[in-house]
C-alpha cells in the first residue's frame, strides 16, 4: 500500500504504531504488541473524545487517561508526544527505558508530565481509574451548581486480559459498579495474548458478563483493528450512559501490521527485530524513516493544543462566574484543589495529660480523625468493612454512595487490595482530597502491591491500620502481625509509625497529613494504653526522642515503639529504684528518627551508651541498627498464638518484670 492511499487518519494511527516500534526497537527492550493493536482506540478517544491542555497537563477539569496495561507504555509516550506535551519530545522516545528518561518502562507519575498513576502491575490501574473517578464524583457532588458546573471530567482507562485476570481489578469495579460510577469508562484490549501464549490457556470466561453483574455498562467493538466509527459510536454510547460505568470490550490483533508475529506473544514483550520491523513497514506501507512523523499527522494531533487551550479558558471564566455567585463554596474549592492545607489547622490535634483516661491508640486515632474532620474538609476515606473496629467514620458525614458522591465515609467492603489502589488514585486525583485506608494491621499483607506504589508513586495517602500485634488476642495468629512492621519499614518512601499514647497519635497525624507526595501509616493498639508523661506531639515528629531520663550518662537505654514504651517507663522507674540511670526512647518511627541530624540522633542514643534493650512486640530484624552488638531484644521471632490479649502479651515476655530482668542481664 503506499503512502498516499492512506487517509489522515490512517497516517494518525500509524504514527503512533511506528513510534512505539521505532522506540522499542532502538532500546532492544519493551512492548510493541499493544499500541500496535490499540493505537486505533487510543486514536480515537485521544482526538475526538478526551479533554486535556498539553500546555497545562496538571489543568484540573483535564480528562484522567490511565494506562492499565502499562507495559503498553509507548502507545501514551507517543500519544503525548503527538498532541504537543512539552515534557515528551522526539529524544525523549528515543531513550525509551534508558536511564534517568522520562519514558521509563512503565508509566510513572513522578517522571513523565501528562502521566497520572504508575501502571505496570497489572490491574492497579483500572483499580487508580476507580479512585479518580471517586473523586471526580465527590467533588462535583459537593461544588456544582445547577447554574455552575466547576467539576465535570471523565475518567478513561485502557486495560488488557492480565489486568482482567488480576483481583485487584475485581475488587475495584465491583465497588464501581455498585456506586454507579458514570463517568468511568474503560476500553477493554481484547487481543487474547498473554505472556505464555493464547488466553484460551488459562482465562476463558465472559468478561463482558463479569462486568455486567459487577453492575457496569458493557458494548463490544468485534473490529477494533480498522472500524474506527464503531469505537466512535461506542465511547459516544457510553457518555450517554450517566448511572453505571462502561466497558467497551474492543477486539484487537496484537502486533497489528507484522507479518509473521501479529497475533502471538513473540510480539507482547520483545522488540520485532531488523527484518520484521522492515516487513511491517512494507505491510502497512510505512515509507518514514524511524522517529520521522508526517507533517499531515503531526499537524492533525498537534490541533489537541488548541483545542485544549479552549477547553481550559472556557473552564476559567465558568470559575470566575461561580465565584461571583457562590463566593464561600468558591474559597474552599479553591483551598482544597491548591493542595495546601488550611492555616492553623494543627490546633485541632488533640492533646493528653498522664491525668487523661488511657484508652487504645485506635480510639485516639478515632478522636483525632473526628476533630481534623471539620478543619480538613479535604479528608476523606474509610475501612475494609471494618470500620466498627478501625474506628474510622467521620462524624459530621454519612456514607459515599450512588447519588450521596458529597459524602466523605467511604465504605470498601471486603477489598483491601482494591481498597488500596483506589486510594492511590484519589490521592493522585491531584486535586487536594487526602484519602486514607483502613484495615487490620495484618491485612497490608493483602495489599501491600498498592503500599508499595503509594510510596513509589509519591501519593500521600494515610494508611490507618488496627490491631497491631498478639495483643489483639484470641483471633490469633492468622491475625497477629508479628513480622508486619518490619517488612514495611523495608518500604522506601513509606513513613511507619506506631505511637505510644494519644499525643503520639496526634503527632503521626501530623506528619500523615504534612506529607502530601508520600503515604504514611500508622498502627495503632486494640488494648488500652496510659497517657505518657513526657510524650508530645511535635516530640513525635521526629521520629524518636527521650521520654524520660536519670541525672548523667545512663547506664542502660530503655527502647520501645507503641504499646511497649509505657512497658519500659514501668521498668525503669524499678530498676532506678535499684540505683540504676535508665533512659527511655521512645521511638514510633525509625524512618522519622533517621531523617533527623546526626547531632539530634546523637542526643538520644549516644554511641557511647552500648547498653541497649529493644522492646517491641514483633520480630527482631533489623533492631541491630539501635541495639548494636551489646544490646539485647525482647521480641516474638515465630507466629503468634490464640489467647486472650494479656495472656499471650505475657507468655511472649512483655511484662514489666522481664524487662527490667533483661535489663539486669546487660547490665551484668
Same mark, same amino acid.
Given at each position: 500500500?503506499?503512502?498516499?492511499?492512506?487517509?489522515?487518519e490512517?497516517l494518525c494511527?500509524?504514527?503512533?504504531?511506528?513510534?512505539?516500534?521505532?522506540?522499542?526497537?532502538k532500546?532492544?527492550?519493551?512492548?510493541?504488541?499493544?499500541?500496535?493493536? $490499540?493505537?486505533?482506540?487510543?486514536?480515537?478517544?485521544?482526538?475526538?473524545?478526551?479533554?486535556?491542555n498539553p500546555?497545562?497537563p496538571?489543568?484540573?477539569?483535564?480528562?484522567r487517561?490511565?494506562?492499565?496495561?502499562?507495559?503498553g507504555?509507548?502507545? %501514551?509516550?507517543?500519544?503525548?508526544?503527538?498532541t504537543?506535551?512539552? @515534557?515528551?519530545t522526539?529524544?525523549?522516545?528515543?531513550q525509551?527505558?534508558?536511564?534517568?528518561?522520562v519514558?521509563?518502562?512503565h508509566? *510513572?507519575n513522578?517522571?513523565?508530565?501528562?502521566?497520572?498513576?504508575?501502571?505496570?502491575?497489572?490491574g492497579?490501574?483500572i483499580?487508580?481509574g476507580?479512585?479518580?473517578?471517586?473523586?471526580?464524583a465527590?467533588?462535583?457532588?459537593r461544588f456544582n451548581?445547577?447554574?455552575a458546573?466547576?467539576?465535570?471530567?471523565?475518567?478513561?482507562?485502557?486495560?488488557?486480559?492480565g489486568?482482567?485476570?488480576?483481583?485487584?481489578?475485581?475488587?475495584?469495579?465491583?465497588?464501581?459498579?455498585?456506586?454507579?460510577?458514570?463517568?468511568?469508562?474503560?476500553?477493554?484490549?481484547d487481543?487474547h495474548?498473554?505472556?505464555?501464549?493464547?488466553?484460551?490457556?488459562?482465562?476463558?470466561?465472559?468478561v463482558?458478563k463479569r462486568?455486567e453483574?459487577?453492575? #457496569?455498562?458493557v458494548q463490544?467493538?468485534e473490529?477494533?483493528?480498522?472500524?474506527?466509527?464503531?469505537?466512535?459510536?461506542a465511547?459516544?454510547?457510553?457518555?450517554a450512559?450517566?448511572?453505571?460505568?462502561?466497558?467497551?470490550k474492543?477486539?484487537?490483533?496484537?502486533?497489528? @501490521?507484522?507479518?509473521?508475529?501479529a497475533?502471538?506473544?513473540?510480539?507482547? @514483550?520483545a522488540?520485532l527485530?531488523?527484518?520484521?520491523?522492515?516487513?511491517?513497514?512494507?505491510?502497512?506501507?510505512?515509507?518514514y524513516?524511524?522517529?520521522?512523523?508526517?507533517?499531515?499527522?503531526?499537524?492533525?494531533?498537534?490541533?489537541?493544543?488548541?483545542?485544549?487551550t479552549?477547553?481550559?479558558?472556557? #473552564?476559567?471564566?465558568?470559575?470566575?462566574?461561580?465565584?461571583?455567585?457562590?463566593?464561600?463554596q468558591?474559597a474552599?474549592?479553591?483551598?482544597i484543589?491548591?493542595? %495546601?492545607?488550611?492555616?492553623?489547622?494543627?490546633?485541632?490535634?488533640?492533646?493528653?495529660t498522664p491525668?487523661?483516661?488511657?484508652?487504645?491508640?485506635?480510639?485516639?486515632?478515632?478522636a483525632?480523625?473526628?476533630a481534623l474532620a471539620?478543619?480538613?474538609?479535604?479528608?476523606?476515606?474509610?475501612?475494609?468493612?471494618?470500620?466498627p473496629?478501625?474506628?474510622?467514620?467521620?462524624?459530621?458525614?454519612?456514607?459515599?454512595?450512588?447519588?450521596?458522591?458529597?459524602n466523605?465515609?467511604?465504605?470498601?467492603?471486603?477489598?483491601?487490595?482494591g481498597m488500596?489502589?483506589?486510594?492511590n488514585?484519589?490521592?493522585?486525583?491531584?486535586?487536594?482530597?487526602?484519602?486514607?485506608?483502613a484495615?487490620?494491621?495484618?491485612f497490608?499483607?493483602?495489599?501491600?502491591a498498592a503500599?508499595?506504589?503509594? $510510596?513509589?508513586?509519591?501519593?500521600g495517602?494515610?494508611w490507618?491500620?488496627?490491631?497491631?500485634?498478639?495483643?489483639l488476642?484470641?483471633?490469633?495468629?492468622?491475625?497477629?502481625?508479628?513480622?508486619?512492621i518490619?517488612?514495611?519499614?523495608?518500604?522506601?518512601?513509606l513513613?511507619?509509625?506506631?505511637p505510644?499514647d494519644?499525643?503520639?497519635?496526634?503527632g503521626?497525624?501530623?506528619v500523615?497529613?504534612?506529607?502530601?507526595?508520600?503515604?504514611t501509616?500508622i498502627?495503632?493498639?486494640r488494648q488500652?494504653l496510659?497517657n505518657l508523661?513526657?510524650?508530645?506531639?511535635e516530640?513525635?515528629?521526629?521520629?524518636?526522642y527521650?521520654?524520660?531520663?536519670?541525672?548523667?550518662?545512663?547506664?542502660?537505654?530503655?527502647?520501645g515503639?507503641?504499646? *511497649?514504651?509505657?512497658?519500659?517507663v514501668?521498668?525503669?522507674?524499678?530498676?532506678?529504684?535499684?540505683?540504676k540511670?535508665?533512659r527511655v526512647?521512645?521511638?514510633?518511627?525509625?524512618?522519622?528518627?533517621?531523617?533527623?541530624?546526626?547531632a539530634?540522633r546523637?542526643?538520644?542514643?549516644?554511641?557511647?551508651v552500648?547498653k541497649?534493650?529493644?522492646?517491641?512486640?514483633?520480630?527482631s530484624?533489623?533492631?541491630?541498627?539501635?541495639l548494636?552488638t551489646e544490646?539485647?531484644?525482647?521480641?516474638?521471632d515465630?507466629f503468634?498464638?490464640?489467647?486472650?490479649g494479656?495472656?499471650?502479651?505475657?507468655?511472649f515476655?512483655?511484662t514489666v *518484670?522481664?524487662?527490667?530482668a533483661?535489663?539486669k542481664?546487660?547490665?551484668?
Amino acid at each position: 500500500m503506499a503512502v498516499a492511499t492512506q487517509s489522515l487518519e490512517e497516517l494518525c494511527i500509524n504514527s503512533i504504531r511506528f513510534l512505539a516500534i521505532d522506540a522499542v526497537e532502538k532500546a532492544k527492550s519493551g512492548h510493541p504488541g499493544l499500541p500496535m493493536g $490499540a493505537a486505533p482506540m487510543a486514536f480515537v478517544l485521544w482526538d475526538r473524545f478526551m479533554r486535556y491542555n498539553p500546555k497545562n497537563p496538571n489543568w484540573f477539569n483535564r480528562d484522567r487517561f490511565v494506562l492499565s496495561a502499562g507495559h503498553g507504555c509507548m502507545l %501514551q509516550y507517543a500519544l503525548l508526544y503527538l498532541t504537543g506535551y512539552d @515534557g515528551v519530545t522526539i529524544d525523549d522516545l528515543q531513550q525509551f527505558r534508558q536511564w534517568e528518561s522520562v519514558t521509563p518502562g512503565h508509566p *510513572e507519575n513522578f517522571e513523565t508530565d501528562g502521566v497520572e498513576v504508575t501502571t505496570g502491575p497489572l490491574g492497579q490501574g483500572i483499580a487508580n481509574g476507580v479512585g479518580l473517578a471517586m473523586a471526580e464524583a465527590h467533588l462535583a457532588a459537593r461544588f456544582n451548581k445547577p447554574d455552575a458546573t466547576i467539576v465535570d471530567h471523565y475518567t478513561y482507562v485502557i486495560l488488557g486480559d492480565g489486568c482482567n485476570m488480576e483481583g485487584v481489578s475485581g475488587e475495584a469495579c465491583s465497588l464501581a459498579g455498585h456506586l454507579g460510577l458514570g463517568k468511568l469508562i474503560a476500553l477493554y484490549d481484547d487481543n487474547h495474548i498473554s505472556i505464555d501464549g493464547s488466553t484460551d490457556l488459562a482465562f476463558t470466561e465472559d468478561v463482558g458478563k463479569r462486568f455486567e453483574a459487577y453492575g #457496569w455498562h458493557v458494548q463490544h467493538v468485534e473490529s477494533g483493528n480498522t472500524d474506527l466509527e464503531a469505537i466512535n459510536d461506542a465511547i459516544a454510547a457510553a457518555k450517554a450512559v450517566t448511572d453505571k460505568p462502561s466497558l467497551i470490550k474492543v477486539t484487537t490483533t496484537i502486533g497489528y @501490521g507484522s507479518p509473521n508475529k501479529a497475533n502471538s506473544h513473540a510480539v507482547h @514483550g520483545a522488540a520485532l527485530g531488523g527484518d520484521e520491523v522492515e516487513a511491517t513497514r512494507q505491510h502497512l506501507g510505512w515509507e518514514y524513516e524511524p522517529f520521522v512523523v508526517p507533517d499531515d499527522a503531526l499537524n492533525h494531533l498537534r490541533k489537541a493544543v488548541e483545542r485544549g487551550t479552549e477547553a481550559e479558558a472556557a #473552564w476559567n471564566q465558568t470559575l470566575a462566574d461561580y465565584k461571583t455567585k457562590y463566593p464561600e463554596q468558591a474559597a474552599e474549592f479553591e483551598q482544597i484543589t491548591s493542595g %495546601q492545607l488550611p492555616e492553623g489547622w494543627e490546633k485541632a490535634l488533640p492533646t493528653y495529660t498522664p491525668e487523661d483516661k488511657g484508652v487504645a491508640t485506635r480510639k485516639h486515632s478515632q478522636a483525632t480523625l473526628n476533630a481534623l474532620a471539620p478543619v480538613l474538609p479535604q479528608l476523606i476515606g474509610g475501612s475494609a468493612d471494618l470500620a466498627p473496629s478501625n474506628l474510622t467514620l467521620l462524624n459530621i458525614s454519612g456514607d459515599f454512595q450512588k447519588g450521596q458522591y458529597e459524602n466523605r465515609n467511604l465504605r470498601f467492603g471486603v477489598r483491601e487490595h482494591g481498597m488500596g489502589a483506589i486510594c492511590n488514585g484519589i490521592a493522585l486525583h491531584n486535586s487536594g482530597l487526602i484519602p486514607y485506608g483502613a484495615t487490620f494491621l495484618i491485612f497490608t499483607d493483602y495489599m501491600r502491591a498498592a503500599i508499595r506504589l503509594s $510510596a513509589l508513586s509519591e501519593a500521600g495517602v494515610i494508611w490507618v491500620m488496627t490491631h497491631d500485634s498478639v495483643a489483639l488476642g484470641e483471633d490469633g495468629p492468622t491475625h497477629q502481625p508479628v513480622e508486619t512492621i518490619a517488612s514495611l519499614r523495608t518500604i522506601p518512601n513509606l513513613v511507619v509509625l506506631r505511637p505510644a499514647d494519644g499525643n503520639e497519635t496526634s503527632g503521626a497525624y501530623k506528619v500523615a497529613i504534612e506529607r502530601r507526595n508520600a503515604p504514611t501509616l500508622i498502627a495503632f493498639t486494640r488494648q488500652g494504653l496510659p497517657n505518657l508523661a513526657g510524650s508530645s506531639i511535635e516530640a513525635a515528629t521526629k521520629g524518636a526522642y527521650v521520654l524520660s531520663d536519670s541525672d548523667g550518662t545512663p547506664d542502660i537505654i530503655l527502647i520501645g515503639t507503641g504499646s *511497649e514504651v509505657s512497658l519500659c517507663v514501668q521498668g525503669a522507674e524499678k530498676l532506678r529504684e535499684e540505683g540504676k540511670k535508665v533512659r527511655v526512647v521512645s521511638m514510633p518511627s525509625w524512618e522519622l528518627f533517621e531523617a533527623q541530624d546526626e547531632a539530634y540522633r546523637e542526643s538520644v542514643l549516644p554511641k557511647a551508651v552500648t547498653k541497649r534493650l529493644g522492646v517491641e512486640a514483633g520480630v527482631s530484624f533489623g533492631w541491630c541498627r539501635y541495639l548494636g552488638t551489646e544490646g539485647d531484644m525482647i521480641s516474638i521471632d515465630r507466629f503468634g498464638v490464640s489467647a486472650p490479649g494479656g495472656v499471650a502479651m505475657a507468655k511472649f515476655g512483655y511484662t514489666v *518484670e522481664n524487662v527490667v530482668a533483661k535489663a539486669k542481664a546487660l547490665l551484668g
